[in-house]
């Protein structure tokens, strides 16, 4: 699976972040101003362009941003550790976002992070499985993590909706401290706004065989990047320093859009930090 921001992307956040026009970017860079446009879009360079100057001018490891550009993905995940734990892509007018389903193996009783696009490939899961779906955690109330939030309900009219959003119809909200109990497994959260005002990182540990803590962090991080703060920039890359990272370092992320990753890989490889 591709990275869901590709160096163009990267770019383009990160002057939005540091406040850093094109022009002066370009010049930093090496770069005319529309060859930076054609990298932003594309995230591809026929000339390569001054990864020092212009990650030092708008905020970012360079180091780091040259490994994006030299190819970096993070390891290939292998899910059989966790031997209850699904992720499932759904896909709408080119935009794909993954949500999770978790579920403890002796009870069969299910979590579901996030609905993703579609209610089908979920329900069709629950079934394959003969799980009883019990919760549904949002990590945050952007249309493309909820759209089919109805749908689960319709299905399943018993599930419980956990959301720390002041708005949203849910029937839980997040209580500081608080664990939820699926079966053997335990369930936390953690504030991590910025891309979001209610975004939320769920931790979830007391896997079968000490299998590592799985964190689903929404759209606050990605597998070398993270989300779009727009006015919240600093406060979205503290809560991912604070409440992410600062997790152990073989702990699996699993983010909104793109591919797993690990708290050890975005701290070696993740320009924004």
């Known amino acids: 699976m591709n990275l869901e ?4 992307d990267i770019i383009r956040k990160a002057r939005a972040m540091s ?31 001054d990864f020092s100057a212009l990650a ?16 970096w993905l993070p390891a290939v995940t292998d899910l059989s550790a966790w031997r209850e734990l699904r992720v499932i892509t759904t896909n709408d007018g080119g935009l794909a976002v993954n949500c999770f389903l978790v ?11 996030d609905t993703g696009w579609n209610a089908k490939p979920v329900i069709d899961m629950i079934a394959e499985n003969q799980l009883q779906l019990r919760h549904v955690f949002i990590t945050h109330s952007h249309p493309d993590h909820i759209a089919a939030l109805g749908a689960v309900r319709e299905a399943f009219p018993k599930v419980r909706v956990h959301s720390s959003s002041k708005t949203a119809p849910v029937d839980q909200r997040n209580k500081t401290s608080e664990i939820v109990h699926l079966g ?14 209610d ?3 769920y931790l979830v540990g007391n896997w079968q065989d000490d299998a590592p803590h799985v964190a689903f962090v929404g759209d606050a991080i990605f597998a070398g990047s993270m989300g779009n703060g727009k006015q919240f920039w600093e406060l979205a890359r503290q809560k991912v320093r604070e409440q992410i990272l600062a ?9 909104g859009h793109g591919p797993l990753t690990t708290v050890a890989e975005e701290k070696a490889n993740n320009p924004f930090f």
């Open 56 to 71: 030092g001018l708008i905020g970012l490891d360079a180091g780091k941003l040259e490994g994006i550009a030299n190819g």
């Open 5 to 8: 921001d590709h160096l163009g």
């Open 199 to 201: 975004g939320v990182t």
């Open 103 to 113: 579920w403890d193996e002796v009870g069969r009783d299910a979590a579901l992070f």
């Open 184 to 197: 053997g497994l335990r369930v936390t959260y953690r504030d991590t706004p910025g891309h979001a005002e």
């Open 247 to 255: 997790l152990p370092a073989d702990t699996l992320l699993c983010p």
């Open 19 to 49: 406040n850093v026009s094109a022009a002066t970017a370009a010049k930093a860079a090496g770069l005319s101003e529309t060859d930076l446009a054609a990298l932003e879009e594309s995230g591809t360079f026929s000339k390569r362009p």
